[in-house]
């Protein structure tokens, strides 16, 4: 069934922009920002808003109607589906199917300086409520920080005889994370360990499909909790090792 | 305003005390050590620059094929050699880069000539700094200062040129401080890079040539707004005291430059960033230049609730290291933040309770207030909200230095709108609350001043702690962020270097001596004469 934005009333397609445009403030700029929503395929266009940001830059604050609709039944995707656990549930996993601890290893990795993201997943307090993944007494998990070189984290994933490798990518100026992202793929394939881990990135830019693509085995964007990442590794590491 | 909060005096002066102990203690480690960017900024203080054929800095050039005699300093053997070769610093430099000249230790008969003339060489590098500094003060008097607090705003597009177009853009919107976000590998880089920036990843790099760009865009902008806009960068990393050298040549006014932000955060190692902290902060306090300090970062790794008494005792510790390297409290700029999650009940009472507490203990410090990040939604309505409560805490509480809080912080740098409603919202809290504080005076006993004197008792217990096992122990035990760090690990660590007894290093006097005192002064824009008192750029 077609949807479409409710914004009073149910099908009226009401959205709200804000936008600014390279242009001088002059009596003619709302005219400018209701045309441009209109070329968009807009209509019913309201310019709530258009005042000079400075000299050179014009602020539109705008709300239009559209027509078309979307059929959330046809969106298809990589997603990943996870079978989310509670934190006694995912350790007991791990303990009567893989008989052993979980090793992880994680960190930002060569310039990114960022340690939100894999302190959020990893550290001991983890976020939102959450515990993190050094919480767990059946994981060995290891935070490494951030500035961490693909090798350097290689060499110690390899030292502790890791399961999962998880990198979190915060900059993405210039798509940076993907040079990232890659030179560490190319290093494991490299060293021909790539098939000993489970490698997971996450990241505000990141999705699984992405993810997948770069030739990891999962990924995780904005608003990850420890418990998905938890879920999905004892899943993953478990059925790996009963299928092996 | 600055009696709002009773605290107990016995635990403030315990815990200066205490700090004053702590920083003792390190500051006999800093007297006994250099390091490779001390040297190095020493030969920039002459006036070396520029790089050699493969981009390495001269300076860099010059300590490396003088290491085995830095034990003594560089500048004595460099003095002698421009002596003995009749030729300026930077020719000497480049003849040492041209492997033409040969540093060598310098016979005691030729000691006290050489040590006389790299005084007067390094009395007449400090007077370049002083020159710059007049120049700032001459500004502000003639172009006039904006009023407090001043709204902090960062520029990070990784292009020195978009970064200028944009800080303009800031700046008319209504911002007063600019800081140009440093790309993010820099701060592990032991070498200055050179020229400017124009591709950067997250930012671009700390280099003379983009501060001089920065800094002219910024002045045409003042002189068209009619009031000073001041340039903020990062004298932290390996470098700090090459950074902070550049920075007193090039006019900034802030520089990030925090005594253990780069220990806890980069991971460099302990030993080499406080004796690298020293002789930046003697420069910045030279140049006038207001630093600030990193402690909002704490509570990014621990939690606000929790460990907020941790950013209290951190200030302690900075403002001692900071008065010891001869800065004045106006240039002190104090950071933190406690930054509780926000579903918490009563989080803003928490927020002012602690942002007031340290209002009251730095009285006279521009003190730099870090804005919400940790629990910025995707949610920019909610975000904006979150981030108006921060600007209505930081104007109640006397917060000097605003660093704003974007409503997409969670999202992507700044977009030129989310800067732009971002300061309308703060200039508009600002504005309708500019004398709420004057009105305000806490119930005795009651939730705020309870919670104040909570974070004031745990963070004197923590530097008595401290002061008992020292600040190395202390900083391995992960005692602050939550971060731990071994003494002799970190980078940077084989750039640290015991002094022997003939060590030479004249800078650390020149920068001492008879310097200029205060902050520049001008007139507040939209100030009647027949107003109060025009004080502007902090007091004294």
């Known amino acids: 069934m077609l949807i479409r934005p409710y914004g009073d009333t149910r099908d009226d397609g009401v959205i709200q922009f804000s936008f600014t445009l390279p242009m001088p403030y002059s009596v003619k700029a709302a005219d400018v920002g209701k045309q441009f929503l209109e070329k968009l395929g807009f209509h019913t266009v309201g310019i709530a808003e258009c005042r000079a940001m400075d000299p050179e830059y014009t602020f539109f604050v705008a709300y239009a109607r559209t027509d078309v609709g979307i059929d959330p039944d046809e969106v298809k995707g990589d997603y990943l589906e996870v079978e989310e656990m509670d934190f006694a549930a995912i350790n007991a996993l791990i303990k009567e199917r893989l008989g052993r601890k979980l090793g992880v290893v994680g960190a930002a990795i060569e310039s990114d300086a960022h340690t939100v993201g894999i302190d959020a997943i990893m550290n001991m307090k983890g976020f939102a409520g959450n515990y993190g993944l050094e919480r767990y007494p059946e994981m060995d998990a290891l935070n490494m920080g951030s500035q961490i070189p693909c090798a350097q984290l290689l060499r110690t994933a390899l030292e502790r005889d890791a399961d999962a490798i998880l990198v979190s990518q915060i900059v993405t100026q210039k798509n940076i994370h993907v040079q990232h992202l890659t030179q560490l793929i190319e290093l494991l394939e490299a060293e021909g360990v790539r098939e000993r881990f489970v490698l997971v990135v996450g990241g505000p830019r990141i999705n699984n499909a992405f993810a997948k693509e770069l030739g990891y085995d999962a990924g995780f964007g904005p608003r990850t909790t420890p418990l998905e990442v938890a879920s999905f590794l004892a899943q993953e590491v478990v059925r790996r090792h009963e299928e092996a | ?540």
């Open chain 2, 1 to 540: 305003m600055s009696d709002a909060l009773q605290l107990n005096g016995d635990l403030v002066d315990r815990a200066r005390a205490a700090a004053d102990a702590i920083a003792d203690d390190i500051q006999r480690h800093i007297d006994e050590h250099t390091t490779d960017t001390t040297e190095r900024a020493s030969l920039r203080l002459l006036g070396i620059t520029g790089v050699n054929e493969i981009d390495v800095p001269l300076v860099n050039v010059v300590v490396e094929h003088a290491r085995s005699l830095l034990p003594s300093g560089i500048l004595r053997p460099f003095v002698d050699l421009m002596d003995r070769t009749g030729r300026g610093a930077q020719e000497v430099a480049e003849g040492v880069a041209a492997g033409e000249l040969t540093l060598a230790p310098v016979p005691p008969e030729r000691c006290e000539g050489v040590e006389a003339r790299a005084e007067a060489l390094a009395r007449e590098g400090v007077a370049r700094i002083d020159a710059v500094r007049a120049r700032r003060n001459e500004l502000v008097a003639t172009v006039g200062e904006p009023p407090k607090p001043y709204v902090y705003v960062i520029v990070a597009t990784g292009n020195i040129y978009e970064d200028a177009a944009q800080a303009k853009a800031a700046a008319r919107a209504g911002a007063d401080v600019i800081a140009v976000i440093r790309t993010t590998a820099q701060s592990l880089l032991d070498y200055v890079p050179y020229g400017e920036t124009t591709e950067g990843f997250g930012g671009t790099y700390a280099t003379q040539e983009n501060f001089r760009l920065m800094r002219a865009a910024l002045d045409e902008v003042g002189e068209e707004l009619g009031h000073y806009v001041r340039l903020c960068n990062y004298a932290s990393g390996l470098c700090m005291p090459e950074i902070a050298t550049m920075g007193a040549l090039e006019r900034l006014d802030m520089m990030l430059n925090d005594s253990m932000y780069g220990i806890i955060f980069r991971n460099i190692n302990m030993q080499r960033t406080f004796v690298d902290q020293y002789l930046s902060r003697l420069i910045n306090a030279r140049a006038g230049i207001v630093i600030n300090t990193g402690e909002d970062n704490y509570l990014t790794t621990a939690d606000a609730f929790e460990a907020g008494h941790t950013v209290v005792s951190s200030d302690f510790i900075n403002e001692a290291f900071a008065l010891r390297a001869n800065l004045e409290p106006w240039q002190i700029g104090l950071g933190h933040a406690f930054e509780i999650d926000p579903a918490k009940p009563d989080q803003v009472v928490y927020q002012i309770a602690d942002a007031q507490l340290i209002r009251q203990l730095f009285p006279g410090y521009p003190l730099k207030y870090m804005p919400p990040t940790k629990y910025m939604p995707g949610d920019i309505f909610q975000g904006h909200i979150i981030d108006g409560m921060f600007n209505f805490t930081g104007i109640l509480t006397g917060q000097e230095i605003m660093l704003l809080g974007m409503l997409t912080e969670a999202l992507h740098t700044p977009l030129l709108q989310d800067r732009y409603v971002s300061i309308r919202n703060a200039k508009y809290v600002f504005e309708a609350c500019r004398h709420l504080a004057d009105e305000i005076s806490y119930k005795p006993s009651g939730l705020i001043e309870r919670r104040a004197d909570e974070q004031l008792r745990r963070a004197v217990e923590q530097l008595e702690h401290v002061r008992s096992i020292g600040l190395f122990k202390a900083l391995q035990n992960g005692e602050f962020a939550d971060v731990k760090r071994d003494p002799d690990g970190g980078r940077g660590f084989e750039g640290v270097i015991k002094v022997a007894p003939d060590y030479f290093n004249p800078f650390f006097a020149a920068l001492r001596e008879g310097r200029m005192s205060g902050p520049p002064r001008g007139t507040e824009r939209g100030e009647t004469t027949a107003g109060d008192s025009a004080v502007a750029g902090g007091g004294d």
